[in-house]
């Protein structure tokens, strides 16, 4: 047990070294002549420790429901224009998330068959997208199933993460943490960020920008007639155009966005360009309707609707409207970033101020060096040697802890502090176990070297046992945990690898080699 080959050392010391590097970043700051090849990673300061604010974000999925459901009445509409079939009473039925209608009393079967074309299977579904069915009113219902409108609603939260991901990266906040919580709820964590207005702004826009014309053949005053909505102007609200509720061109279609200046009057607009297949439909929409008000919608307001004079064939445009410097960056990163799939509403902000964070880091690193400082002289006074090499070993640990937090870009929080802590009193428990079972041994009369090698032999079961269960334990309140809970099961887990790792393999290298140096008489336990 006490045997080291050369090779085993060398991996032993090389692994410390490399524990001792990874550490190193998280002193200061990454020198300029440090090559880009190499990894400079540390750990960072969460919100309770840096400062910054929390927000708790809720997706209406109703609204997903009732635009997945009008999409559906529009594909209805048209499968039944395309069969040449009449209906009446053609409506969305929100509650049953479904789409009725009433076929013509001799085309009721014609109908029903036509409809079918609208069942499709998502890629690895096993139940389709929408089921036709006939009431016994006579009315067919659409309706999209339950499992469908889960996976969607899942598909969305996903999508409205990475989204609020690329716009708050935008922003330039850095190690920014972004998690769903329960069944529509994202948690978004901003540390150190010096303007939370204007990026709680940008989180809440939906963003979801088209290109409507204008009817121009609408009364002014008048309600709006039937195909048109009345949108509002975004810089007078009161202002309102009547525009063809049909899209022209869709903001998905946006491969770019970047504010800039116009060289002629100097104000700041968003130049953006488009795909080739919105390309091609803004090419067809300005070359019909050359003279007439086209309107750029974001998010249900008007921000221009500018005349078209010419055909727009190049797949870029340009949006002006009064833009500050800072609106006009926002708006570009709104549209780079893309739409939510819903509107976001915030249900629960709070706010940490910087001089909270410096009191908690205060606080908790009084804790810990007064926790490190007992356990060292613990060990000290009670086993004395052996006491020393634990000690060697819990500086290592410590190293080596900070060294794998910093390689998995790691947040620090309150509660990691405390898991660390609690790491050091737990990392002398292994020590503490074989040093009682040298003890014992010593008292039993064995020799020195059978003294170590039972006692380090006997107390491995019962330190593996405790740490693998410990190891389990803290993995299951990672999965299971809310994000401050993660953070502590984070720290915790990694303790507990590199204890096992220090008690078990460091100071049994450390008292091999004091052994084979001194050859002593009596152990001095």
């Known amino acids: 047990m006490l045997y080291f080959s050369r090779a085993k050392i060398f991996g032993i010391l090389l692994l410390c070294g490399l524990g001792v590097l990874l550490s190193l970043p998280n002193l200061w700051s990454r020198p300029a002549f440090w090559p880009g090849i190499l990894p400079w990673t540390q750990v960072h300061l969460g919100l309770d420790l840096r400062g910054g604010s929390y927000l708790l974000l809720q997706i209406d999925t109703d609204a997903i429901k009732k635009q997945d459901l009008n999409t559906l009445l529009d594909q209805t509409r048209q499968t039944l224009r395309a069969a040449k079939l009449g209906y009446t009473d053609l409506h969305v039925d929100l509650p049953n998330h479904q789409v009725l209608l009433h076929p013509l009393s001799d085309q009721g079967d014609a109908a029903m068959k036509a409809l079918q074309k609208l069942i499709s299977y998502a890629p690895g579904a096993n139940s389709p997208s929408v089921a036709v069915s006939q009431t016994t009113a006579g009315a067919i219902a659409i309706t999209i199933p339950r499992a469908t409108l889960a996976a969607r609603d899942s598909q969305a939260i996903t999508q409205a993460i990475t989204i609020i991901q690329r716009r708050i990266d935008g922003t330039g906040v850095l190690n920014a943490s972004i998690a769903r919580q329960g069944r529509n709820e994202i948690v978004v964590q901003l540390p150190g960020i010096s303007d939370p207005g204007r990026v709680k702004k940008l989180i809440g826009t939906t963003a979801h920008m088209t290109f409507q014309m204008v009817d121009s053949n609408a009364t002014p005053g008048a309600p709006p007639p039937p195909g048109d909505e009345l949108l509002p102007m975004a810089n007078n609200p009161e202002k309102k155009l009547p525009v063809f509720s049909n899209?022209?061109?869709?903001?998905?279609?946006?491969?770019?966005?970047?504010?800039?200046?116009?060289?002629?009057?100097?104000?700041?607009?968003?130049?953006?360009?488009?795909?080739?297949?919105?390309?091609?439909e803004f090419a067809d929409?300005?070359?019909?309707?050359?003279?007439?008000?086209?309107?750029?919608?974001?998010?249900?307001?008007?921000?221009?609707?500018?005349?078209?004079?010419?055909?727009?064939?190049?797949?870029?445009?340009?949006?002006?409207?009064?833009?500050?410097?800072?609106?006009?960056?926002?708006?570009?990163?709104?549209?780079?970033?893309?739409a939510l799939p819903a509107p976001l509403s915030i249900v629960e902000e709070q706010s940490v101020g910087p001089e909270l964070g410096a009191d908690a880091i205060r606080a908790g690193t009084l804790s810990l060096i007064a926790g490190f400082i007992f356990v060292l002289g613990f060990m000290a006074f009670f086993y004395g040697l052996f006491g020393w090499f634990a000690n060697i070993a819990l500086v290592m640990n410590l190293v080596l802890m900070l060294a794998i937090l910093s390689a998995m870009g790691a947040t620090l929080t309150l509660p990691g502090m405390a898991g660390i802590l609690l790491t050091l009193g737990m990392a002398v428990d292994a020590n503490i176990l074989i040093n009682e079972r040298v003890r014992e041994e010593v008292r039993n009369?064995?020799?020195?070297?059978?003294?170590?090698?039972?006692?380090?032999?006997?107390?491995?079961?019962?330190?593996?046992?405790?740490?693998?269960?410990?190891?389990?334990?803290?993995?299951?309140?990672?999965?299971?945990?809310?994000?401050?809970?993660?953070?502590?099961?984070?720290?915790?887990?990694?303790?507990?690898?590199?204890?096992?790792?220090?008690?078990?393999?460091?100071?049994?290298?450390?008292?091999?080699?004091?052994?084979?140096?001194?050859?002593?008489?009596?152990?001095?336990?």
């Not at 899209?247 to 795909?275: I, K, R, Y």
């Open 247 to 280: 899209v022209a061109v869709d903001g998905s279609s946006l491969e770019g966005a970047q504010a800039s200046t116009d060289p002629q009057t100097g104000q700041w607009v968003v130049n953006f360009t488009l795909n080739s297949v919105g390309a091609r």
């Open 285 to 338: 929409v300005t070359s019909n309707n050359v003279g007439k008000l086209f309107a750029i919608v974001l998010d249900g307001k008007i921000i221009e609707a500018p005349v078209i004079q010419t055909p727009i064939t190049g797949g870029s445009g340009q949006i002006s409207g009064h833009f500050t410097a800072q609106s006009a960056t926002d708006l570009a990163l709104l549209l780079r970033a893309g």
């Open 445 to 525: 009369g064995r020799k020195p070297l059978a003294a170590l090698e039972a006692g380090y032999k006997r107390a491995y079961a019962t330190i593996i046992d405790s740490n693998v269960t410990t190891l389990l334990a803290h993995i299951t309140l990672f999965i299971f945990g809310s994000p401050p809970v993660r953070g502590f099961a984070v720290t915790i887990c990694a303790g507990i690898i590199t204890t096992m790792f220090t008690a078990t393999v460091l100071v049994r290298l450390i008292t091999s080699r004091w052994y084979v140096a001194r050859r002593p008489a009596s152990l001095p336990v």
